[in-house]
């Protein structure tokens, strides 16, 4: 069995699955095509093996700083709907990075703080000179309470820059002042989810899942085809049956999206920026 690597190749596969050559396949390449790049996007979505969980960074440039603590250009004037001549005019700051189209989701910016090199007065390095200098000297239970004590200070007293993202927009909005928290020539790096590319990655032709969920949008999309031709009888008496293919081809997407939705999709992340 060949083994699909392409996409083309990948869309030959489902038209053999579906009776190519033996059976003419009235489905166009154009059509083919489409319905393989819609397979490939429902795969990304909701199976868990369609993504992978990164770690991005970003070098922050002057532009992007300058860009930043501008406004947009785009200024949106509201009316008064009651009193048709009060208006509001509303500023859109560019404080956004671009991101990835391949980006799903940004889960975290990791802190702008440095928290690897400490001094001689930071009370972690006091903490472990005076009560850790050896693993005998004091509890690690303890030690670990006070290191957690002190991320939680961390957090209330310094906080976590806000972010906001959408997959339509490309762009990951951090909400900070980019004249003092950061500057140019620093790396911003984010924790994401980003769609596996099956140009890179051949192997995800060759899913199980994948190969039965793109058979199946081709035989429905060969099944509406037909329809137009519903009761039309051809040379031996055989009669056309779209509407029948139609409809066994959407029951069995039915089938195998609530399969996706249960088995493979993973668990909802309520963290999700």
């Known amino acids: 069995m060949a083994i699909p690597t392409t996409k083309s190749e990948f869309g030959e596969w489902c038209l053999r699955r579906l009776g190519k050559p033996v059976v003419e396949v009235n489905v166009d390449s154009t059509q083919l095509d489409d319905r393989v790049d819609e397979a490939l996007q429902y795969y990304a979505q909701f199976h868990m093996d369609g993504t992978e969980r990164m770690y991005l960074k970003y070098k922050i440039t002057e532009a992007d700083i300058t ?21 509001a005019a509303w500023d859109e700051s560019n404080n956004y990075i671009p991101l990835p189209t391949s980006v799903l989701s940004v889960l975290q910016v990791f802190p702008f703080s440095d928290r690897g090199g400490m001094n001689m007065f930071d009370v972690r390095y006091q903490l472990r000179l005076n009560d850790l200098y050896d693993f005998s000297s004091s509890s690690v239970m303890q030690y670990e309470m006070t290191m957690q004590h002190l991320d939680f200070l961390d957090h209330i007293l310094v906080g976590e820059k806000p972010i906001r993202h959408n997959v339509h927009q490309d762009r990951l909005y951090v909400d900070m002042d980019w004249g003092t928290d950061i500057s140019a020539g620093e790396y911003l790096v984010i924790e994401c989810w980003r769609k596996l590319n099956p140009a890179v990655w051949t192997d995800i032709y060759d899913d199980f899942f994948l190969k039965k969920y793109a058979t199946a949008l081709v035989k429905k999309q060969w099944g509406q085809n037909l329809i137009k031709f519903e009761g039309v009888t051809m040379l031996g008496g055989v009669t056309m049956n779209g509407e029948m293919m139609f409809t066994q081809a959407q029951e069995e997407l039915i089938r195998l999206e609530e399969e996706a939705r249960l088995t493979y999709e993973l668990p909802v992340d309520f963290a999700v920026g």
Do not use: I, L, P
């Open 67 to 87: 860009r930043a603590d501008e406004a947009a250009d785009t200024t949106t004037n509201v009316t008064d709907k009651v009193a048709g001549s009060v208006t």
